[in-house]
């Protein structure tokens, strides 16, 4: 898939500067290869993306500097959030997915690189593979302001990625945690079961199937789910998107258009300065 997506953004910029494609299609073609890259470095992140790790390593930071992340911040951060699910406090994308307006979440996945920092979650050389990602996109952007192509760079990368960004933050973080309360590891993500959606966004309404089982790369949710069903029914695991009800529903669209929450300090905190 990452290869794919690297073709796509080969004929997109192809298109572009010698093909004379339509500029709808250039710039579809470009959110459909970052949505791609969106779950090859989230599987990336999890060893699962590639069997040999040096391939899994180039294939999570070539996913990042498509998307206008970092490979080690999104691979820290990302492992953070499974060990503190829900946490207000320590749960990084707990912020991303209730930190504001829903069509702002694109935006607060760079409270990341703060989380990052802030924690010093880096490992060995990290810090220079950070440095590394950042300085590869300035030099880019550079080069667009000499030589004339900035309006390409931000028109045709940096909006299809936020773009897509919107999507991974409503499909991976708020849609499958909402309403961000549950701690119990059976019950803090929630599965809506469906054939398109698997395809669509790439099996990420299986999303508690992957914090089960993180190990479990994405194509491979969907047959998961269907053989440990009887374990879930069991286990009284959320299996619906659950919007329908009316409280659901006035709650998602109070989060599209402002999305403010007030937290308290968790109990366990506050055992421990006692």
């Given at each position: 898939m990452f290869v794919a997506a690297i073709i796509l953004v080969v004929c997109s910029t192809s298109g572009y500067w010698?093909?004379?494609l339509p500029n709808a299609c250039c710039f579809s073609i470009n959110v459909l290869a970052l949505h791609m890259v969106g779950t090859v470095i989230h599987d990336a992140s999890h060893h699962v993306a590639h069997k040999n790790r040096y391939v899994n390593a180039l294939m999570g930071h070539g996913s990042a500097l498509m998307l206008g992340f970092t490979f080690p911040v999104f691979t820290r951060v990302h492992m953070q959030h499974h060990a503190n699910v829900n946490d207000p406090e320590n749960d990084p994308d707990h912020f991303v997915s209730t930190g504001g307006?829903?069509?702002l979440i694109a935006v607060r996945f760079f409270y990341h690189e703060i989380f990052f920092f802030k924690r010093r979650l880096w490992r060995k050389y990290e810090l220079w593979e950070w440095f590394f990602s950042r300085l590869f996109i300035a030099i880019i952007i550079y080069l667009a302001c000499q030589?004339?192509?900035?309006?390409y760079i931000l028109n045709y990368w940096f909006v299809p990625a936020l773009v897509v960004g919107m999507a991974l933050g409503l499909f991976f973080d708020y849609l499958p945690h909402r309403p961000f309360k549950e701690r119990d590891r059976w019950k803090n993500a929630r599965i809506y079961p469906s054939p398109i959606l698997n395809l669509l966004i790439m099996g990420q309404n299986y999303h508690?199937?992957?914090?089960?089982?993180p190990n479990i790369?994405?194509?491979?949710?969907?047959?998961?789910?269907?053989?440990v069903k009887p374990l879930l029914d069991e286990k009284g695991c959320d299996q619906s998107l659950g919007l329908l009800a009316q409280k659901s529903f006035w709650n998602f669209v109070y989060d599209i258009f402002l999305g403010i929450r007030f937290h308290h300090k968790s109990s366990d905190r506050k055992t421990e300065s006692t």
């Open positions: 010698l093909w004379d307006p829903l069509w030589y004339g192509f900035l309006d508690l199937i992957h914090h089960l089982w790369p994405w194509y491979k949710y969907q047959s998961a789910y269907r053989a």
